[in-house]
Structure formats: C-alpha cells, structure tokens
C-alpha cells in the first residue's frame, strides 16, 4: 500500500538558520509530490511540486527551495528562514484522483 | 488558473442537526474533480467525498453529500446529524482531469477552508 513519510512533525529555529524537510512515499514509483504550505486564514498554497528526478517547479517565488534527490524523496529546503516562513507544511503525494498526505511539519521561526 | 473559494471562516452546528458548507470555483475547463477534505486538530487531511465534474448525480458518503451545480459552478457539503467528530476544518479543492493520464503538474488548489464548530 503507499504511504507517505514526513519529517520532522514540529520544528522550531531562529530567523537565518538554514531548514531541511523530507517527505518519502512508499508503495510507488515515479510519483507527482508537492510541498503546500498551510498559513493561518489562508488554506493551502502551492510551493513546489515534481513529476520527477531533478524536476522542480515552483509555484511561488519566495525563500524556499525544493529538490528531488531520488525517485521518492522529495525535500524542502531554505538557507535563511524568515519570520514569514513560518507555518504549516503539508507534502502529499497526487495521482488522479488519488491525493496522499504527510503528516505535515508545523514551523515556527522566532 | 482556478480559483476556489469558501465564503464561511467559520460555522456552528448544534450535534445531530444539519450543516451546509458553501464552495464556488472558477474555472475554464468542463472536465475536472472537486473534493472535500476534512482536517481535524491533528492536521491529518482526510478525503470526505469526491465528485467527477461528468457525473450529474451528487456524490454520497454516508452523512455526507454535495450539492454539485455545475453551471454556477457551485459545490456545497452537507453534513447530515452532525457529530462531536465532524468537528474540523474543510477544505474544498479542484483538480483538472486534463493531466489525468500523466499524472498532475496541477496538483489540487484548495480554498481557504471553513472551520466547523459543532455544539454539543
């Protein structure tokens, strides 16, 4: 069955520190992942999402980045978090019909 | 690009009566999905019912159904004897179907969702 692997759950950091969040799906190959940040009163947008290795498309211009290392991994990443960065980040894996969420990773940038 | 849009922040319900959540979306595409999801204090997001934009009968799920109005494009959930469970935000949210044989560069666009509050 596929499942889908986020981590970690809560993270706390200081404005300027760098941010690494994985997300992994399993029972799959070749899946269309997307990162959604989730910010209070304003549903969940877009960031970035990937139909494959290497391929990244971003649908926000901010201070995030994403990176798709390996077929089933798919990572976001910052090298300066902002104050506004801070949120809830949601990776789900989309097929169809079919939508697969992690569990998500609340982040709060003091 | 579509739009999705939900008009109540916030709404009540007294446990066992029936709740409407409103949804309206724009789009220029007459093949799609739209979706309801629910997402309880856990963040966990949960599929609540699914509806193929082709299909001119309204979804059901258990106490849940749409109302599905194609041309004013209109896609309502009713939550019928509301429980102390069904307490949550949800979402409602678009797919194109366009993409639907390659996968989704599209992924879903979500509106900005209803917290549903029901009173014991």
């Known amino acids: 069955s596929q499942t889908i692997h986020q981590w970690p759950a809560t993270l706390v950091q200081p404005v300027g520190s760098p941010l690494s969040l994985e997300c992994t799906v399993e029972?799959?190959?070749?899946?269309?992942l997307y990162w959604y940040r989730q910010a209070a009163g304003r549903g969940l947008q877009l960031l970035f999402y990937?139909?494959?290795?290497?391929?990244i498309s971003s649908e926000v211009p901010q201070n995030l980045s994403a990176s798709r290392p390996q077929d089933r991994q798919f990572i976001l990443s910052s090298k300066k978090l902002l104050l506004s960065d801070s949120g809830f980040y949601l990776c789900?894996?989309?097929?169809?019909?079919?939508?697969?969420f992690g569990q998500g990773t609340r982040l709060t940038v003091v | 690009a579509q739009t999705v849009t939900q008009s109540q922040p916030e709404m009540s319900v007294q446990e066992a009566e029936t709740v409407t959540l409103s949804c309206t979306y724009d789009t220029s595409e007459s093949d799609y999905y739209l979706f309801w999801y629910k997402q309880p204090p856990s963040r966990q997001m949960i599929l609540v019912i699914r509806q193929e934009a082709y299909k001119q009968q309204n979804a059901t799920e258990n106490r849940f159904s749409v109302n599905f109005q194609k041309a004013a494009k209109s896609f309502s959930l009713k939550i019928s004897d509301s429980q102390l469970g069904d307490a949550a935000m949800y979402f409602c949210a678009y797919r194109t179907r366009l993409m639907y044989s390659g996968g989704g560069a599209d992924g879903l666009t979500f509106g900005k969702g209803t917290h549903l509050i029901i009173q014991p």
């Open positions: 029972g799959t190959s070749n899946p269309n």
């Open positions: 990937s139909v494959g290795i290497g391929q």
């Open positions: 789900a894996w989309i097929w169809s019909t079919e939508a697969f």
